[in-house]
DNA sequence: ATTGCAATGTTATAACATAACATATATTAT
DNA sequence: ATAATATATGTTATGTTATAACATTGCAAT
């Protein structure tokens, strides 16, 4: 699979998702949460805290400070609708929320694009990793970066 | 397996690995680069640029400042002998340098301490994935956050 | 001696993130 | 409806992590 954006209809879908699901648990998506998850899935790329700020301050063509994006993606990420990418401090929009707890990475290095690979066998592997070392999991992180197909044939 | 520190043999014998290594392949291990190298790896726990920096005022009685230290961090997370865990910012020492360009990590929320888990099992079920998915993969970030044994008991 | 190169020193600043407290808005209880 | 409470946001300041840019040093090759 080569690593392409999403699509309208996805980002649509993937909106609408997530106020379904707040709706249904009785969480706030307040008018800057959405905002801001909006921005970070319409980014087809990771984005970065104070790209999305500026992108706020477009928006909403008032001063806003950092405290207000890092609070939303506080939230999203809690619930499970964005993910903080580690090894490039960035965050991405999750295209299955709820389906698990944590995704893994795949990020292209040269277009940035980057597509979650959530395979089952990979989390049972890291699971039985833990096991065998007596550890018990609370978040796993797994960033595999490099070059996609399209990049690696250019 | 219970993550206990290294004993002072092992951190003499890992201190020897690295000179051996730098010597046989003709790398600069300079005065600073080993005082790093030496600083993290006997702090039996991740640690961070700025408290490697106040150790290397202490040592050498003199001002240094941030860019000494991230230097020296880079030659040696770039030969191997240290690695860098994203999701803490901090530093650890490799234990068994050139075995492998990757290593992924157990980390204890509690106690602080590491682990190296580098399963060939789990490298290669990473590497699937990475080929199921055309890609190829420049480097890799897996670092596994929970407690250990000691501090799950607790 | 002069040049070239690798490493380090130094100053400044960029990039990323949070503390602390004030204000506003929404929910709930009375 | 009003007060009390909790939740969310605004605002200022600062803390933390990392690098850019340029000067200086030490050493080796010609
Ligand atoms: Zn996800
Ligand atoms: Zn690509
Ligand atoms: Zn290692
Ligand atoms: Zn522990």
């Given at each position: 699979?080569?690593?392409?954006?999403?699509?309208?209809?996805?980002?649509?879908?993937?909106?609408?998702?997530v106020e379904e699901i707040?709706?249904?648990?009785?969480l706030g998506l307040t008018e800057i949460r959405k905002q801001v998850f909006e921005i970070i899935v319409k980014n087809n790329k990771p984005i970065k805290a104070y790209?999305?700020?500026?992108?706020?301050?477009?928006?909403n063509n008032k001063p806003s400070h950092p405290p207000t994006v890092y609070r939303a993606i506080d939230f999203l990420i809690e619930n499970g609708f964005v993910h903080k990418l580690n090894s490039i401090n960035s965050f991405v929009g999750c295209?299955?929320?709820?389906?698990?707890?944590?995704?893994y990475f795949l990020i292209c290095k040269k277009c940035n694009i980057?597509?979650?690979c959530c395979d089952d066998s990979l989390k049972d592997r890291i699971s039985k990793t833990a096991i065998h070392n007596n550890?018990?999991?609370?978040?796993?992180?797994?960033?595999?970066?490099?070059?996609?197909?399209d990049c690696s044939q250019k």
């Open positions: 699979m080569s690593m392409k954006s999403k699509s309208t209809s996805e980002l649509k879908a993937s909106i609408h998702r707040c709706k249904s648990n009785k790209e999305i700020l500026d992108k706020i301050r477009n928006i295209f299955h929320p709820k389906a698990h707890k944590e995704c980057y597509q979650e550890f018990v999991i609370s978040n796993t992180t797994l960033e595999i970066e490099g070059h996609c197909l």
